[in-house]
């Protein structure tokens, strides 16, 4: 196998290549930009020593992959910074069955106090939902549950 690198050095940088790429993606989603970056100055040298740009040396293609990478992630750094500020956070995902719960308050509620639940089994964080008029909801009061996040719920004072 060692044989086969050395004299195919390209595959070798292809074959490294490949795998960042594909950690990249399927186990950090694209999130960390540096395994991206050096998986494609991988690439960038492979496809340098297949083409005859770079000897088939390994001193020459470890400076070409040092070399690529930095040019890479310089060159694509901004960007895909400028991309990551201006996208939109994912929407909420109203679809849970637990919405339109409807549940006495044990404790006061307010934006500054949130309250606690239990439900299913689970304590559940309790605070007033941002689009809601009320800035206090007393306890004994019924609420609604009309959003949920991971352990938290967003609620409403019910109307009758």
């Known amino acids: ?4 690198f050395n004299d195919n050095i390209y595959s070798f940088w292809f074959g490294v290549g490949f795998l960042l790429l594909i950690i990249e993606a399927l186990a950090l989603g694209f999130s960390t930009g540096f395994i991206l970056f050096i998986g494609l100055g991988a690439l960038m040298t492979g496809g340098a020593i297949w083409f005859g740009l770079v000897p088939a040396t390994w001193l020459a293609s470890i400076a070409t992959f040092t070399l690529s990478s930095v040019l890479i992630s310089a060159a694509l750094w901004k960007p895909l910074k400028h991309i990551q500020r201006n996208s ?3 929407k909420k995902d109203n679809s849970s069955d637990i919405i339109g719960l409807k549940f006495r ?4 509620l307010s934006a500054t106090q949130p309250s606690v639940t239990r439900y299913s089994g689970i304590e559940w964080k309790v605070e007033i939902d941002m689009g809601s008029v009320d800035k206090e909801i007393s306890a004994g009061t019924t609420v609604v549950v009309v959003s949920v996040d991971a352990g938290k719920f967003w609620v409403t004072a019910a109307t009758s």
């Open 88 to 90: 939109k956070p994912p």
């Open 1 to 4: 196998m060692i044989d086969y």
């Open 105 to 108: 308050l044990e404790n006061d």
